[in-house]
């Protein structure tokens, strides 16, 4: 799975609830077990959403595309 950094946990009026949140930048990773020894593509998605103390915007939705590219004498894991 995915793993997260330690959010901010913080109770929030707008919402009447404690929400946990990450503020200016972070940083998700995934670790992936390749089972090919040619190159290939990872797709997902990501969806956030901005706020301020006031209001949130509309979540945003970005489609991610990783193309990996395998060294001349890869070795793929067979399951």
């Given at each position: 799975?995915?793993?997260e950094?330690?959010p ?11 929400l946990?949140f ?26 956030y ?31």
């Amino acid at each position: 799975g995915v793993v997260e950094p330690k959010p901010i946990k913080a109770y929030d009026p707008n919402f009447e609830e404690t929400l946990e949140f990450h503020e200016n930048t972070v940083t998700f990773t995934q670790r992936i077990t390749v089972l090919s020894s040619t190159d290939f593509k990872i797709t997902g998605e990501f969806v956030y959403q901005t706020c301020n103390d006031e209001t949130c915007l509309v979540p945003k939705y970005i489609d991610l595309d990783f193309n990996i590219k395998m060294p001349a004498k890869a070795n793929a894991i067979t399951p």
